[in-house]
């Protein structure tokens, strides 16, 4: 088990978002993460990575908590964020090595898989841009290579397809599903429900902090008794329900 996240309660500040989450992503499984905004994915998310210290309960990635071995924690993960973070005055090259040194990783086969996620993002001629040459979609891109050429166990990603054109979404979803064959987990927050329905093995539906349902697409429809619905039919009812 990779991710596990047991009676999480947190937030920022005095403001209590999560009321007592808990769920779980397996090895070799895809997760959607999904919720209306203010629902708690995001808080999720930053927890994990440890950009917020729970007040209650517990993560564990491999049976290890940050507190524990923050490093060995950290290099477990890997990261997309929404809106993607470069820094204005390194290369696409130098973002690279900066990854490479951040995760301890070989150089030279790192570099190799890298140099084969430049190719299929179509970025392998532009290593001595700076981001302000990049659109949004291809610093998105930079993002994606950063992440997917470590050797991270768990892959967060937080609306992955927000800015990527079409062939950009074909490529990152074939890459997910490799890293899945390979034994990788990915927790994926999306509000494009139609894609992450057809990727996903199970789905994690938020709301108000607290997790509201857990389970596959037909475990889902079993639940909210709605046969013949997809995931935007029972995300809708959930949240009607709800409010």
């Known amino acids: 088990m990779t991710l596990e996240i047991k009676d999480l309660t947190g937030g920022y500040g005095q403001v209590a978002v999560l009321k007592k989450e808990s769920f779980t992503v397996k090895d070799g499984q895809v997760v959607g993460l999904i919720g209306l905004n203010g629902a708690g994915k995001s808080t999720t998310i930053k927890h994990i990575i440890g950009l917020l210290t729970p007040r ?77 040459n990049f659109s949004k979609g291809m610093k998105q891109k930079v993002m994606i290579v950063c992440a997917f050429m470590t050797e991270a166990r768990l892959f967060i990603i937080d609306e992955p397809f927000t800015g990527l054109d079409p062939l950009a979404v074909k490529d990152l979803l074939d890459i997910v599903e490799e890293k899945k064959q390979a034994g990788c987990s990915v927790l994926m927050s999306t509000h494009i429900l139609a894609t992450v329905q057809d990727h996903a093995d199970k789905f994690i539906l938020l709301n108000n902090g607290q997790v509201r349902a857990d389970g596959t697409l037909d475990e889902l429809k079993a639940k909210f008794n709605m046969q013949d619905a997809n995931l935007d039919d029972i995300y809708i009812k959930m949240s009607n329900e709800d409010n």
């Open 56 to 132: 209650g309960g517990q993560i564990l990635i491999d049976g290890m908590s940050l507190k524990q071995d923050v490093e060995n924690y950290r290099k477990k993960i890997a990261y997309v964020p929404e809106m993607p973070i470069l820094y204005p005055e390194l290369t696409l090259k130098e973002h690279i090595d900066l990854t490479i040194m951040a995760y301890d990783l070989d150089h030279d086969k790192t570099w190799e898989n890298a140099n084969r996620l430049l190719k299929t993002f179509r970025l392998d001629n532009k290593l001595e841009w700076f981001p302000q």
